[in-house]
């Protein structure tokens, strides 16, 4: 059993080190000009032990795509069952979606030119999960207009979809300021840690003052 379990956990690492490989890769050349042989370069690994964990480079992209967005989800639900408002609960889901995208800029590049995008293979599984998480978005946008904390007259699934894209879109454009002062010679940790208050104050700013 100890030893079935040493071979899972290497093998769970090895997936780990070719989505986080992937990520990287796809986010600087994009999913067109990434290649299988480039991911398992900067993997480690081999061509073999690739197609051992994933089919195509498409399965790839799925499992970064798939699973990232459904993390994203699984903390949204688990937000929304504990915030004891619509505004406590939208701060905090705002907020946590920036930090995961702080923490893996190179997925939140990705995201960005693929949650949308049509004709990809993995079209179907993203779009229902894209459907999940702008319900529970779209869900504690409509407990917020019966609370009285969120205009009765706005569009609930409209605004959804507008948080989103408002988060992903400026969380990227404040991690692209850090890199930039980074390179100009500032503290890595501390740009990017500065990046992450001010985004996350104005977030706070936004729920609380953009639907009054």
């Given at each position: 059993m100890a030893q079935q379990k040493g071979r899972t956990s290497k093998a769970d690492a090895t997936r780990r080190q070719l989505l986080d490989a992937a990520i990287e890769v796809i986010s600087e050349r994009g999913y067109a000009d990434?290649?299988?042989?480039?991911?398992?370069e900067v993997a480690g690994v081999s061509k073999g032990v690739a197609y051992y964990h994933f089919s195509s480079k498409a399965d790839i992209a799925t499992c970064i795509l798939v699973e990232g967005i459904g993390e994203?989800?699984?903390d949204f639900v688990a937000i929304a069952g504990k915030a004891s408002s619509a505004?406590?609960?939208l701060t905090a889901m705002m907020d946590s979606f920036a930090a995961t995208i702080f923490r893996n800029a190179g997925f939140g590049r990705i995201l960005v030119s693929e949650l949308w995008r049509?004709?990809?293979?993995?079209?179907?599984?993203?779009?229902?999960l894209e459907e999940r998480l702008l319900a529970v978005l779209?869900?504690?946008i409509e407990r917020g207009q019966r609370e009285g904390s969120i205009r009765g007259d706005i569009d609930a699934a409209?605004?959804?979809v507008a948080v989103v894209g408002m988060v992903l879109t400026t969380t990227l454009h404040y991690i692209r300021e850090a890199e930039q002062r980074t390179e100009e010679g500032?503290?890595?940790?501390?740009?990017?840690a500065a990046a992450e208050r001010s985004l996350t104050a104005r977030i706070c700013d936004y729920v609380h003052h953009a639907n009054a």
């Open positions: 990434t290649t299988v042989e480039r991911i398992v994203i989800v699984d505004v406590e609960a049509r004709g990809r293979e993995w079209s179907e599984p993203m779009r229902a779209r869900g504690q409209f605004e959804a500032c503290d890595c940790a501390e740009a990017f």
